[in-house]
């Protein structure tokens, strides 16, 4: 049995423990074989020396993100101590206990991180790999799992740049008739885009981003003659890029890259008489050394429920 006092010198009580208690109690059910009692500034915690040990790390997280964004939600509590794995980062001589799933703190406290097991395998996979095709149907986090790992490698240096790409091809819709310039036309088609990156950037910074091309987004046809290195690239949609697009696509490949190709192939929008370059890609690749493929399905859907529903009904057909 060990007890330890945790004092509380960069958090009030208050934010820390929430109105009536609410926050404690959450991090007592994470913790439901330990004795946690909070009296003002001092935190006393008893049991098991593991587990104590990894509630005082927990307090260190929480403490360190309501002073990075001012304040500490509820959701972000659950959100935090839901982590599934954990690791211990050392900044300036203090150990912190940071999830493994965490891969970007967003805007307005939003945690943003791994959530269904073929996620995970996303992540894990472009950490082996440099090159990595993510495929399944919509909403099961594909696109914004993506962008959130480009976000945490720019933030982290590990690139210079994001380069965001889709194929330009109509769902049904022409954009010819839309008004505007080219960029009026496909801003709207690349609204998801915009989108993720909105939830992961604060608008300053996004704006400071784009206007200096760190962060660019453009259809697929502006990749030709481009060599992209030193860039975090996604190709969104990539069932709508033909064989030999898909190919152009991927020889753009610098020597400090990495490269992620996201696509649903149940959801083809080219004419008929093209095939879809990502099928044709996903046989012919699928034993290449540094290249992984990642296959979601319904089970990864985090959108509506009736969204999971509806893709289990199609694929009956």
Do not use: W
């Not at 990075?68 to 599934?84: H, T, Y």
């Not at 945690?111 to 149907?137: H, W, Y």
């Not at 915009?194 to 300053?204: F, H, K, T």
């Amino acid at each position: 049995m060990t007890e330890i006092k945790i004092i509380l010198e960069d958090i009030a009580p208050i934010d820390l423990y929430g109105v009536n208690d609410s926050k404690l109690t959450l991090i007592k059910k994470r913790f439901p074989n330990l004795k946690i009692v909070g009296r003002g500034e001092t935190l006393k915690v008893s049991g098991e020396e593991e587990e104590v040990n990894q509630v005082s790390m927990v307090i260190d997280v929480l403490t360190a993100y309501y002073n990075r964004f001012g304040n500490l939600s509820e959701n972000a509590v659950e959100q935090i101590l839901g982590g599934n794995s954990t690791k211990i980062n050392k900044e300036n001589g203090k150990e912190q206990l940071v999830s493994d799933d965490v891969l970007v703190f967003g805007n307005n406290g939003l945690i943003i991180k791994a959530r269904t097991i073929n996620q995970r395998r996303m992540v894990e996979s472009l950490s082996k790999n440099d090159m990595m095709f993510a495929i399944g149907p919509a909403g099961t986090g594909k696109t914004y799992t993506a962008v959130a790992l480009a976000v945490r490698a720019l933030k982290n240096r590990e690139v210079k740049k994001i380069i965001l790409t889709r194929p330009a091809v109509e769902a049904g819709e022409n954009l010819g008739f839309l008004p505007g310039d080219l960029k009026d036309k496909l801003d709207p088609y690349l609204q998801p885009l915009y989108d993720a990156l909105g939830d992961m950037i604060s608008p300053e910074k996004l704006s400071y981003y784009l206007e200096n091309r760190v962060i660019q987004i453009a259809p697929l046809a502006f990749m030709r003659g481009r060599t992209l290195d030193n860039a975090f690239v996604i190709l969104d949609e990539a069932q709508n890029a033909t064989e030999a697009q898909l190919k152009m696509f991927l020889t753009r490949m610098g020597m400090s890259a990495k490269f992620v190709i996201t696509g649903d192939i149940t959801q083809i929008d080219l004419p008929k008489h093209q095939p879809s370059g990502l099928p044709h890609a996903q046989r012919l690749l699928k034993d290449v050394e540094g290249i992984d493929f990642v296959e979601l399905d319904g089970t990864d859907v985090i959108r509506h429920k009736i969204v999971k529903r509806i893709i289990e009904q199609y694929d009956k057909k």
